[in-house]
């Protein structure tokens, strides 16, 4: 056996067992922390592969996304706790992305609806029914239902699509590219996860946008911690990737809208906008900025 052929098995051996710590950081130790990518691939392999714009190494953009997808109860015992949200947004110049299931959409108020559509805000779809893993037909009939609701209801294009229960597979980005949506945000693609790479990439002409810190369902409702331990756990997240120059996603839901849960959620919007360079955008101008 030769001597170049042994150093190439070797070659090949290590780059797997990158691979391998890598599938197993980011599936069962951590799904939300991208510094994995620059920890043990030196060369930044992977960082520069979803690199697909110039102007996404330049500056980190912050988009901050609020789902509605839970219950009837859940959506009128929030709907004023969301309107308050909304203004702290505006207050601080950070625009939100709405992600809504229409099924809940007959339960939002006339003024939580009113607000939405005179903001600089986005809306995409949750789905109809918030169903995950259902035939391609039956995703072309959920995504057309509810693109159709919503853009009825706001009067805006709906070009986003957040994955009903953070998951779908090759048959949505069909059922997606045949409805004209130009995105899939935070989920997880058949064997992919993607929650937390560094840049938007795109499979089957449709893109799919990663970039998430720790959600409020995360800290709040999983890990159980305190909204002082979350805010601190979200600032340590945004800045590490801002210092990264990395996208950053936050998830967030109409459940978390409480006093104290709105009053770090308000600290967090005014130190993201006055303490760091991160810019904040939509999820719609992510994709814009993302093919030039």
């Given amino acids: ?16 067992a990158h691979i391998l710590v890598m599938v197993v950081y980011n599936i069962v130790i951590n799904p939300y922390d991208a510094s994995i990518f620059t920890k043990i691939f030196p060369y930044q392999f992977l960082h520069n592969l979803y690199r697909r714009k110039p102007e996404s190494a330049l500056k980190s953009y912050f988009s901050f996304r609020l789902d509605i997808d839970t219950s009837e109860e859940n959506v009128k015992k929030n709907d004023a706790g969301v309107q308050k949200l909304i203004r702290i947004a505006d207050d601080h110049g950070v625009p939100i992305t709405f992600s809504i ?17 005179n903001g600089e805000h986005a809306v995409i ?39 009903p229960k953070a998951k779908h597979d090759f048959e949505t980005l069909k059922a997606a590219k045949k409805n004209s949506i130009e995105y ?84 967090l919007l005014r130190y993201v906008k006055e303490d760091t360079e991160a810019v904040p955008i939509t999820l719609d101008e992510i994709v814009e900025r993302s093919h030039t």
């Fill in 1 to 16: 056996m030769s001597f170049r052929f042994v150093v190439l098995l070797l070659v090949i051996h290590l780059f797997a």
């Fill in 101 to 117: 299931a229409t099924e809940y959409l007959p339960f939002f108020s006339e003024k939580t609806k009113e607000m939405i559509k």
């Fill in 125 to 163: 779809t949750h789905g109809h029914s918030h169903e995950g893993y259902i035939t391609e037909k039956e995703q072309e009939e959920e995504l057309r239902r509810s693109k159709r609701i919503l853009e009825s209801e706001f009067q805006t294009e709906v070009k986003g699509l957040i994955a």
């Fill in 184 to 267: 899939i945000s935070a989920g997880s693609l058949s064997y992919i996860r993607y929650w937390s790479f560094p840049y938007p990439f795109k499979k089957k002409d449709v893109w799919l946008l990663g970039g998430c810190v720790p959600s409020d369902y995360h800290l709040y409702e999983r890990k159980r911690k305190s909204p002082e331990e979350a805010l601190s756990l979200w600032k340590e997240a945004v800045e590490h990737r801002v210092r990264n120059q990395w996208f950053i996603q936050l998830e967030y839901h109409n459940f978390s809208t409480s006093e104290e849960k709105l009053k770090v959620l308000e600290e």
